[in-house]
């Protein structure tokens, strides 16, 4: 059983920095990739950011340059630190592992944490 918990939400006035963090247990096998989505009220769940194993990294447009993720697979944690928070970043921000297996991804998430910016 693979469990994820994630910490670091809050609320935070625009224009300032906030540090998420997520950590695996479990049996976690490689390769796999960790990551961060994140959904708003009324909107679906999107891709935020998300590492592999080897530290590759890939983002979504609207936070290039002021988000940033990176992972220590020795202890199977992944953080996303956050800069210039703005108000559309409010969100409950979700820790996701996606482990390989040979017919696909076996797929964990956390239970998520709130991000709030006020304007």
């Known amino acids: 059983q693979v469990q994820l918990v994630e910490s670091g939400g809050g609320l935070v006035q625009a224009g300032g920095s906030l540090r998420l963090s997520c950590a695996a247990s479990g049996s976690i096998s490689s390769p796999n990739t960790m990551g961060w989505f994140r959904q708003a009220p009324g909107k679906r769940r999107e891709l935020v950011a998300r590492?592999?194993?080897?530290?590759?990294?890939e983002y979504t447009n609207s936070v290039k340059g002021r988000f940033t993720i990176s992972r220590d697979n020795a202890k199977n944690t992944v953080d996303l630190q956050i800069y210039s928070l703005k108000p559309e970043d409010t969100a409950v921000y979700y820790c996701?592992?996606?482990?390989?297996?040979?017919?696909?991804?076996?797929?964990?998430w956390g239970q998520g944490t709130q991000v709030t910016v006020s304007s």
């Open positions: 590492v592999t194993i080897s530290g590759s990294t």
């Open positions: 996701k592992l996606e482990i390989a297996r040979y017919f696909g991804t076996s797929d964990y």
